[in-house]
């Protein structure tokens, strides 16, 4: 049941932050009319002050422990309902669990190398 209540915590920590990345690298043109200036979310300015910024470092890191962990636990539950012996279930949880955690260590350590690239430049 914790697991469960993580995920729906999980899916609504996904659903906070990807409506940020939403406005802020897809709806650009509404967000200059918000916030009163012009934007351009993939010009080198804009991608080495967001890479500098600790903020959305902790954001993209967060938004990837948190989408990760969702989409893994349905993937879970997915599997254990079409494989529903005990050692396929044993097998599914523990692989979904290194995957996601590989994924997430190189995610991370992509997102902090940037993040220090960009700090120093």
């Known amino acids: 049941m914790r697991y469960w209540f993580l995920n729906a915590v999980c899916g609504l ?8 990345h939403m406005f802020t690298m897809h709806l650009d043109d509404v967000l200059a009319l918000v916030t009163n200036f012009d934007t351009n ?3 080198w300015t804009a991608v080495s002050s967001r890479g500098a910024s600790g903020a959305y470092t902790a954001m993209y890191v967060v ?8 989409g893994f636990y349905g993937l879970r539950t ?21 995957l996601g955690l590989g994924l997430f260590v190189i995610g991370t350590a992509a997102a ?6 960009q700090a120093l430049a």
């Not at 920590?13 to 940020?20: E, F, N, Q, R």
């Not at 938004?63 to 969702?70: D, N, Q, T, V």
């Not at 396929?88 to 979904?96: D, E, F, H, L, T």
């Not at 902090?112 to 690239?117: C, T």
């Open 13 to 20: 920590i996904v659903l906070v932050l990807l409506t940020l």
């Open 41 to 43: 979310p993939l010009g």
């Open 63 to 70: 938004l990837l422990g948190a989408a990760l962990f969702h």
């Open 78 to 98: 997915i599997l254990t309902e079409i494989w529903v012996s005990e050692r396929a279930g044993s097998v599914i949880r523990i692989g979904c669990w290194f």
């Open 112 to 117: 902090l190398m940037y993040h220090s690239q």
